[in-house]
Nanobody, 124 residues
């Protein structure tokens, strides 16, 4: 079972940027769908963005044009580059590995593993 550890969270002002990293214990490219999930305070977990094992990508409507996922397969690291941050982006961000599917235009992941999370706080 792949182990995942997120880093890079912090506090920023609205309009700022952060890059989250997810270090994996093994190679994930072409093996797992890698996804970023988040849980805003008092709300349910939601998908943010992913790269599937076949290379296809998904971004939630709420982050399109602002967030980008990338991966460094040599370093077994998965990234979430976040720009134009808004207060509603505040929450715990998790990296997950597993299998992804899209229903009604919304992606979801059945995770094999998920990291402990990193907190992002965006002030207005």
């Amino acid at each position: 079972q792949v182990r995942l550890v997120e880093s890079g969270g912090g506090s920023v002002e609205a309009g700022g940027s952060l890059t989250l990293s997810c270090a994996a214990s093994e190679t994930f490219a072409h093996k797992y769908c890698m996804a970023w999930l988040r849980q805003p305070p008092g709300k349910e977990l939601e998908g943010v963005a992913n790269i599937d094992a076949d290379g296809s990508r998904y971004d939630a409507d709420s982050v399109k044009g602002r967030f980008t996922v990338s991966e460094d397969s040599a370093e077994n690291t998965f990234y979430l580059h976040m720009t134009q941050l808004k207060p509603e982006d505040t929450g715990m961000y998790y990296c997950a590995a597993g299998s992804c599917s899209i229903t009604g235009g919304i992606a979801s992941i059945t995770p094999t593993s998920r990291g402990p999370g990193t907190r992002v706080s965006v002030s207005s």
